[in-house]
């Protein structure tokens, strides 16, 4: 039976931080608040502590250099430590969000970029950044490129790992059969090679979502829907394993993990299993992620709302 909804004034306080970034890490959306008003050393001493656990530290990184006053104070923390790697590295983080609000060069960022990845030269997190830079202003081999930059540091990384099948997913099929698309079998090949407990078992399911949002935004390529798209024999064996494992393994030590159970819980309800979708969603609670919400073309707010409500019974 489904617990009954809390009191409205809850239930809104909670919708209230959907779609936040930082998701579960607290300690992370503490110093955010300290880092927007100025207090960087709060953020220096974060990124410290996070060490070379390497996609937590991109995690952090990419939503401090979110926040609207990110170049400011990195620009000043690296005045007071200018062989700060952690400031070079956020300044850096902060130039790719500024290119991609049309504020700023993709030259510059990129420049920014590389004087941060020679500083710390193990650290994926610059080459992060040049991944997201090509994903919106470079080919398609600087962004291989970039992303074999990536996963020579650190070879189960999650965020790069996203990217790379967001942009598989966009390549027309030379065979013209959408079930031998390529995107399937870089997931499939990147899952394998991890380790039994690593997140990338779940890139599967990920490559499913998102070859429907490209389909789904093409006329004719997606009839039927999502739940036709979650219904044939290979999305069916990808989601069983991937539940499987999220059973099995869970992680949630993982920074991105609400990320993989956001997917997996759209993915659930499409194939028609509310009860294995509800599980997911009371593992999510408020750390909702625009992504998958918002395919193909939703108001993720609206869209994740009506999800959790089909799926747990609640209004």
């Given at each position: 039976?489904?617990?009954?909804?809390?009191?409205?004034?809850?239930?809104r306080k909670?919708?209230?931080q959907?779609?936040?970034?930082?998701?579960c890490?607290?300690?992370?959306?503490?110093?955010?608040?300290?880092?927007?008003?100025?207090?960087?050393?709060?953020?220096?001493?974060?990124?410290?502590?996070t060490?070379?656990?390497?996609?937590?530290?991109?995690?952090?990184?990419?939503?401090?250099a979110?926040?609207?006053?990110?170049?400011?104070?990195?620009r000043?923390?690296?005045?007071a430590?200018?062989?700060?790697?952690?400031?070079?590295t956020l300044?850096?983080?902060?130039?790719?969000?500024?290119a991609?609000?049309?504020?700023g060069?993709?030259?510059?960022?990129?420049?920014?970029?590389?004087?941060?990845?020679?500083?710390?030269?193990?650290?994926?997190?610059?080459?992060?950044?040049?991944?997201?830079?090509?994903?919106?202003?470079?080919?398609?081999?600087?962004?291989?490129?970039?992303?074999d930059?990536?996963?020579?540091?650190?070879?189960e990384?999650?965020?790069?790992?996203?990217l790379?099948?967001?942009?598989?997913?966009?390549?027309?099929?030379?065979?013209?059969?959408?079930?031998?698309?390529?995107?399937?079998d870089?997931?499939?090949?990147?899952?394998?090679?991890?380790?039994?407990?690593?997140p990338?078992?779940?890139?599967?399911?990920?490559?499913?979502?998102e070859?429907?949002?490209?389909?789904?935004?093409?006329?004719g390529?997606?009839?039927?829907?999502?739940?036709?798209?979650?219904?044939?024999?290979r999305?069916?064996?990808?989601?069983?394993?991937?539940?499987?494992?999220?059973?099995?393994?869970?992680?949630?030590?993982?920074?991105?993990?609400r990320?993989?159970?956001?997917f997996?819980?759209?993915?659930?309800?499409?194939?028609?299993?509310?009860?294995?979708?509800?599980?997911?969603?009371?593992?999510i609670?408020?750390?909702?992620?625009?992504?998958p919400?918002?395919?193909?073309?939703?108001?993720?707010?609206?869209?994740f709302?009506?999800?959790?409500?089909?799926?747990?019974?609640?209004?």
């Open positions: 039976m489904s617990p009954p909804p809390p009191p409205l004034g809850r239930a909670r919708d209230a959907l779609f936040d970034p930082a998701l890490d607290t300690e992370l959306v503490d110093v955010r608040a300290q880092f927007t008003q100025g207090r960087w050393t709060r953020a220096r001493s974060l990124l410290v502590s060490g070379d656990d390497w996609d937590r530290r991109g995690h952090r990184l990419v939503v401090l979110e926040t609207p006053a990110a170049t400011a104070w990195a000043e923390w690296l005045l430590e200018p062989d700060s790697p952690d400031a070079a300044l850096a983080c902060a130039a790719v969000f500024t991609l609000r049309r504020k060069t993709p030259e510059a960022a990129e420049e920014a970029c590389r004087r941060a990845a020679a500083l710390l030269p193990a650290d994926p997190t610059p080459w992060l950044g040049l991944l997201m830079l090509s994903r919106a202003f470079g080919t398609g081999e600087e962004f291989s490129r970039h992303f930059q990536v996963r020579a540091r650190h070879r990384h999650h965020h790069a790992h996203h790379m099948v967001a942009r598989l997913a966009e390549h027309t099929p030379s065979s013209g059969h959408d079930p031998l698309h390529e995107v399937y870089f997931a499939a090949w990147a899952a394998e090679e991890s380790p039994a407990d690593s990338l078992a779940v890139l599967p399911v990920i490559a499913h979502a070859r429907y949002r490209v389909l789904a935004a093409t006329p390529r997606a009839p039927g829907g999502p739940a036709a798209h979650w219904s044939g024999r999305a069916r064996q990808v989601l069983r394993s991937a539940f499987d494992w999220w059973l099995e393994w869970e992680r949630e030590d993982h920074p991105r993990n990320v993989d159970l956001n997996l819980a759209h993915a659930k309800l499409c194939e028609g299993r509310p009860a294995e979708a509800a599980a997911l969603f009371h593992r609670g408020s750390h909702a992620t625009p992504a919400w918002s395919y193909p073309d939703l108001d993720p707010h609206k869209a709302l009506a999800a959790r409500s089909a799926a747990l019974g609640t209004d």
